[in-house]
């Protein structure tokens, strides 16, 4: 609820640019996603993408993340899909429900106190309210990039920057 409540009405990205992961398994998330956001745009996945851990071993559990469209207009590869590579569905926020200790055997013992770790990725907000689809053509990084650019007496390009 909080990180909902700080993305929609702090930094006011709307709602209809918003989608939500949960864990294929995690029915309390979609349950309490539900009271936020149409359930249409919650979307279940594996632990692949929606089961985090550090390792082999330690802490671990589901997570949920909250996504932002950067829109169909301007990403329509078929990667561009939820669950996709593209990117087009830009993740911004992580929620890791630490519920578990994994041991060496694979087991998941329930932790003693579980907790939430949570983060927002700061240089994608900027670059969403911003208006631009590419973290580095941000104010978080257009000027650093430009004097190395500078330094370098280079253009900076995806071929030699990477993307």
């Known amino acids: 609820a909080y990180a909902w409540e700080f993305v929609t009405v702090n930094l006011k990205l709307p709602i209809e ?36 851990s550090m390792g082999d071993t330690g802490a671990c559990g589901p997570c949920s993340e909250i996504f932002y469209d950067q829109g169909e207009e301007h990403f329509n590869t078929p990667e561009d899909k939820m669950g996709g590579d593209g990117d087009r569905f830009l993740e911004i926020w992580n ?28 240089e994608r ?7 631009v689809f590419n973290n580095f053509d941000s104010s978080n990084f257009k000027p650093i990039i430009e004097a190395l650019e500078k330094v370098a007496n280079k253009k900076a390009t995806k071929e030699n920057i990477g993307s």
């Open 125 to 131: 907000v900027i670059a969403i309210k911003e208006g």
């Open 95 to 122: 929620l890791v429900f630490m519920q578990y200790e994994r041991t060496k055997d694979g087991e998941l013992l329930p932790l003693p106190k579980p907790s939430i770790d949570t983060g927002m990725g700061l």
């Open 17 to 52: 640019k918003l989608w939500v992961t949960i864990h294929e398994n995690d029915d309390e998330a979609f349950d309490i996603w539900s009271k936020h956001i149409n359930p249409n745009r919650i979307m279940r996945f594996g632990d692949k993408d929606n089961f985090w």
